[in-house]
Nanobody, 123 residues
Framework: QVQLVEAGGGVVQAGGSLRLSCAAS????????MGWFRQAPGKEREFVAA????????DYADSVKGRFTISRDNAKNTVYLQMNSLKPDDTAVYYC????????????????WGQGTQVTVSS
């Protein structure tokens, strides 16, 4: 079982940027597809982005395309989410996710989750 720890959340003004990171431990990091999800108050958790095991393939929610970038460093067992041009609607708890099934980059049905990090975007 992989353990995931997110970091990098905080408060930022609209139009600003933040970079989230997620450090993984346990089984070999490079064997996992990694993803980011978010949950705003009163809403269901929603998919944000995913990246394949090699990093060659990525997928994004329409709401963040062109603003957010997911990347990974397999040597550091870490996945990142660079968030630019932030909007108040991006305010949420952001969760890192992992799964060894390569199809989850399409299904988004991840099995392992971190505890989350709060991102607040002020207007």
């Amino acid at each position: 079982q992989v353990q995931l720890v997110e970091a990098g959340g905080g408060v930022v003004q609209a139009g600003g940027s933040l970079r989230l990171s997620c450090a993984a431990s346990g089984r070999t990091f490079r064997s996992y597809v990694m993803g980011w999800f978010r949950q705003a108050p009163g809403k269901e958790r929603e998919f944000v982005a995913a990246i394949s095991r090699s990093g060659a393939t990525t997928d994004y929610a329409d709401s963040v395309k062109g603003r957010f970038t997911i990347s990974r460093d397999n040597a550091k067992n870490t996945v990142y989410l660079q968030m630019n041009s932030l909007k108040p609607d991006d305010t949420a708890v952001y969760y890192c996710a992992a799964d060894s099934d390569p199809t989850v980059i399409l299904t988004h049905a991840f099995g392992s989750w971190g505890q989350g990090t709060q991102v607040t975007v002020s207007s």
